[in-house]
């Protein structure tokens, strides 16, 4: 990981620096404006990933932080399966990782967000998976659902506030309880 020294860098005493590394809306890596094409470099980025109290993104790697810009959110969900009655998500760091229902949510535009890696992390959906997951939802009397299994859980619509204008600190506001 040599390669990525000049990557992350740490500033003086108390002050960060930006990583010149970008993800876009659907999930993919920019170091200055040229996409990252290595998948080594994106799965190390993502093991680097962090958020800061204020809601910056950052990558720390040993004594080196770094601040990032985040289009929209730090992981997609890029394909949606079932199996033993939950659904799974194949995410933008090449994991999988069941969807907690209670954190999906609408947002501007219809795009499905949750949340991942414990809460820690938004998502948003990418159009294939948002198709993939349509299949799961229901229009009920109350509104739309998503429905797994005998449960069903409602949709709420929320949209992502920013904190600051450059930095995609990022809350959900409405309804993530899921009731």
């Known amino acids: 990981m040599e390669e990525l020294e000049g990557i992350l860098k740490a500033g003086q005493e108390g002050e960060l620096l930006p990583c010149e590394l970008t993800i876009d809306e659907e999930g993919d890596w920019y170091h200055n404006g040229q996409k990252v094409i290595r998948e080594e470099f994106v799965?190390?980025?993502y093991q680097c990933l962090d958020t800061l109290p204020d809601g910056r993104y950052v990558l720390k790697w040993k004594d080196q932080v770094c601040t990032l810009e985040v289009?929209?959110?730090p992981y997609v969900v890029w394909s949606v399966d079932i199996e033993e009655g939950a659904i799974r998500l194949f995410l933008s760091d090449w994991s999988w990782e069941v969807l907690d229902p209670a954190t999906?949510?609408?947002g501007k535009g219809g795009i499905?967000?949750?949340k991942v890696k414990g809460?820690?992390?938004l998502c948003r959906f990418s159009r294939k998976?948002?198709?993939q997951l349509a299949e799961?939802?229901?229009e009920g009397e109350e509104g739309f659902h998503l429905v797994i299994g005998h449960?069903?859980?409602?949709?709420t619509q929320g949209e992502m506030e920013v904190k600051n204008n450059n930095d995609r600190g990022v809350e959900q506001s409405g309804s993530l309880s899921g009731s």
């Open 71 to 73: 289009k929209d959110t």
């Open 104 to 106: 999906l949510w609408i």
């Open 119 to 121: 809460g820690r992390f």
């Open 112 to 114: 499905p967000y949750c």
């Open 129 to 131: 998976a948002f198709y």
């Open 151 to 155: 449960e069903s859980f409602p949709l």
């Open 43 to 45: 799965r190390f980025f």
């Open 136 to 138: 799961f939802i229901q």
